[in-house]
């Protein structure tokens, strides 16, 4: 059963950072492309970061550029999200997802979701 773990959220002051991973269980990234998306209350889900499924590229919001790190871990099943510079819009459910499309900011281009951490930025 292919299933998405996310972790690493929590409460943090404006300006703190925090670094979320995504393992998956029973199974590994091989093949696929990681994304990171995030819904606050009220708004859509919206992307954040993606990395390739070799690693060699990544993309970013332009909301979270400079401030925000998308990364294979060292083994295949992990990918890790390093935010730095936190703003309170920030605050939001973070997503973990993974797929085989060419595409990767829309939330269709992925086929296995995460259930969601959430993150919280206190001003």
């Known amino acids: 059963q292919v299933q998405l773990v996310e972790s690493g959220g929590g409460l943090v002051q404006a300006g703190g950072s925090l670094r979320l991973s995504c393992a998956a269980s029973g199974w590994t990234f091989s093949g696929y492309a990681v994304g990171w998306f995030r819904q606050a209350p009220g708004k859509e889900r919206e992307f954040v970061a993606a990395?390739?499924?070799?690693?060699?590229?990544?993309y970013y919001a332009d909301s979270v550029k400079g401030r925000f790190t998308i990364s294979r871990g060292n083994a295949q099943n992990t990918v890790n999200l390093q935010m730095n510079s936190l703003k309170p819009e920030d605050t939001a459910v973070y997503y973990c997802?993974?797929?085989?499309?060419?595409?990767?900011?829309?939330?269709?281009?992925?086929?296995?979701w995460g259930q969601g951490t959430q993150v919280t930025v206190s001003s």
């Open positions: 997802a993974a797929g085989s499309s060419s595409g990767y900011r829309g939330t269709y281009e992925y086929d296995y």
């Open positions: 990395i390739s499924w070799s690693g060699g590229r990544t």
